[in-house]
């Protein structure tokens, strides 16, 4: 079937987190969910489930386990045995996780900055140290730094955490660099988190590789995130899935999780099947009209908002755009709100180098994103 992404969809009064932060006459263009309809196939699977009108204690579908297997095959050539799969509420649940079960308090966890608030936030609420060293800045994108990565790493570094597609400067790593990522932790025996929520959101041009593929010392030291909950617009039914090969890994993941995460639920699980099984036709179409938003904000950008410099983006819907020499005085995500009613994410919550930034959330229709951007315009004229 071919999927409308035009259509204006009302969100508000549906306790959307997006649509309901901010007054009513702001365009929110900030967390990541897009205002797109899902896939009939999830819907109608949803229904299905809701008709049965039982909801007691679920227990992952074994045909999403094989349907994840064959997937990770088909994509990665990544063989995955199913009690290598572990289900989860959420890939920040998955994240805390790790810094429970492979750090103790005062060790360290190093990360790459500006990126995903919950990686240098997380680790500090459990006792545990970041390093967070930023990426490199170049022209119109960002690079690794990597004799700079390597330096402060100590005995107590335990953890490195990964964001691959990286949010929020949209690249998508290279096997080359992934390499070398790899060399640095298993140098040092750093245990890998890979959050690769993003990996589907791919532009033409780019190849997602899960870092664990690289080889089997790497995958033995790595946990891997992935949901379908980004790729399939469905984070509010919260379902997704750590990969970990390595048994004594997955133990200590099982022990720190027992009693505090909760199973995925009935929903979750139904939603996750059918998006997998049946959701391809409505991925290859948002992937359209996503490449289309992001090809039209990056002209946008050039011909009507020129103080404002967008970073390529390989991945994601999530546009990194630097203010710094817009004029704005103080932070640009407060004045983009208050002067163009236009709700962004703040570039100095994504850690070092953030400031001065702000994260355009373009999953929306096109008359809605073009309004934000008129808006935006005018208020820095
Ligand atoms: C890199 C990254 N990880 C995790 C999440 C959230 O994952 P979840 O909603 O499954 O907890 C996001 C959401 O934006 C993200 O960008």
Known sequence: MTYDFDQEIERKGTDSHKWQKYADDVVPLWVADMDFISAQPIIEALYQRAAHGVFGYTQAPRELSLVIQERLKRLYGWEVREEDIIFLPGVVSGLNLAFLAYAEPGDEVLVQTPVYSHFIRDPLLHGRAVIDQPLAEKDDTYEIDFDALDKPITDRTKLFVLCNPHNPVGRVFTTKELERLAEICLRHNII?????????????????????????????????????????????????????????????????????????????????????????????????????????????????????????????????????????????????????????????????????????????????????????AAALK
């Open 192 to 376: 890998i988190c890979s959050d690769e929520i993003h990996c589907d959101l791919i532009y033409p041009g780019y190849r997602h590789v899960p870092i664990a593929t690289l080889g089997p010392e790497v995958e033995n030291q790595t946990v891997t995130l992935m949901a379908p909950s980004k790729t399939f617009n469905v984070p509010g039914l919260g379902c997704a899935f750590a990969i970990i090969k390595n048994e004594t890994l997955r133990r200590m993941w099982i022990s720190a999780s027992y009693g505090l995460i909760p199973h995925v639920n009935t929903m979750g699980f139904a939603a996750a099947r059918a998006a997998y099984s049946e959701g391809q036709e409505w991925l290859d179409q948002v992937l359209v009209y996503l490449k289309g938003n992001r090809d039209f904000l990056m002209q946008h950008v050039k011909e009507k908002l020129p103080r404002l410099r967008m970073k390529k983006m390989e991945a994601t819907y999530l546009a990194w755009l630097d203010c710094r020499n817009a004029g704005i005085s103080g932070n640009p995500f407060d004045y983009f709100l208050r002067e163009a009613r236009v709700a962004l994410n703040g570039g100095a919550e994504y850690g070092k180098g953030g400031a001065g930034f702000v994260r355009l959330n373009f999953a929306c229709t096109r008359k809605r994103l073009t309004e934000a951007l008129d808006r935006m």
